[in-house]
């Protein structure tokens, strides 16, 4: 009896025959800088073009034409798309045939928002706000503003989650428990650090907050890692009293550097404050 894995892999397979057929078939090799003959048998350029521009070898490509399990790594990936000139969005769906993930990110953490996601943000019925990877804060509503911090009172430089949480206490009020909240966020950056850190600004960020606060520092250099989203969030406001928050993020659509961070209330009072605040905007 065929294993579930192969059953899956079978169809994969054939779509990645397909769209790698097809995409040699659009390429003209004049495109690619080779003599263009007039009489050709097949449209665009041959499998062993294909494997010379992308520096592998003929058989092996072959194989990945084809269909067949082999292991495929990001490097051989990446060139196959230069020599096919592939969109951002056909590079994802070839890492997603041949890997069954989409591709490292390439680009530098962005440092606006479009206006869609702003209108995304601000129309937010609960406090949320934008940010990049690097935890620059580029957006946020008024809920986000009235209940944690007003964001257009610092200067842009300063408007960056980690060091607002380890370098300055101005926010609206003070975390319940604020070495577990500490914890948890620092075991998200290290995430995003991992993928992102060879952006020298994100680089510098990490060396100012080892620098400047020991309770980074420690958690920092700490095994605890983690992936998901950043759970419960507890602190006491100045104006509304003890106030309870569960922070999920998403990445939008097209924009893999970009993190859109809702905070939900997670407790009757909570939902209270936030209700009223909603109506004193309407």
């Known amino acids: 009896m065929t294993d579930t894995r192969e059953q899956i892999a079978q169809p994969l397979g054939r ?10 078939a659009r390429i003209k090799p004049s495109d690619v800088g080779l003599p263009d003959p007039k009489r050709r048998r097949t449209e665009g350029v041959r499998r062993g073009d294909v494997a010379a521009l992308s520096g592998i070898s003929v058989a092996w490509y072959t194989w990945l034409e084809q269909g067949r399990e082999i292991r495929v790594s990001d490097d051989v990936l990446e060139r196959i798309c230069q020599t ?12 997603s045939l041949v890997q069954q993930r989409a591709p490292r990110v390439q680009a530098e953490p962005e440092c606006a928002v479009p206006e869609s996601i702003e209108r995304l943000v601000t129309g937010m019925a609960v406090p949320c706000i934008a940010m990049n990877v690097r935890w620059d804060i580029l957006s946020w509503n008024e809920l986000s503003r009235r209940l944690y911090r007003d964001y257009a009172q610092l200067p842009p430089p300063r408007r960056n989650l980690a060091e607002m949480m380890f370098l300055h206490t101005d926010r609206q009020g003070d975390l319940v428990d604020p ?18 850190g060879r952006d020298p600004r994100f680089e510098a960020m990490i060396q ?8 980074f520092r420690t958690m920092w250099r700490s095994p ?3 992936v998901g989203s950043y759970g419960v969030h507890r602190f006491q406001h100045r104006v509304y009293g003890e106030l309870t928050f569960e ?7 097209g924009h893999p ?26």
């Open 15 to 24: 779509q990645r025959a397909d769209f790698l057929r097809n995409c040699r």
């Open 84 to 95: 096919f000139r592939l969109t951002e969005d056909e590079r994802v769906y070839l890492f």
């Open 179 to 196: 070495e577990n909240t500490a914890q948890r966020l620092i075991a998200k950056l290290k995430v995003d650090y991992s993928t992102y």
């Open 208 to 215: 100012r907050l080892e620098r400047s606060s020991p309770l």
């Open 224 to 226: 605890d890692f983690n």
């Open 247 to 253: 922070h999920t993020s998403c990445l939008p659509d």
């Open 257 to 282: 550097t970009l993190r859109v961070v809702m905070c939900m209330p997670a407790d009757a009072r909570s939902r209270e404050v936030v209700a009223q605040l909603c109506r004193e905007a309407s």
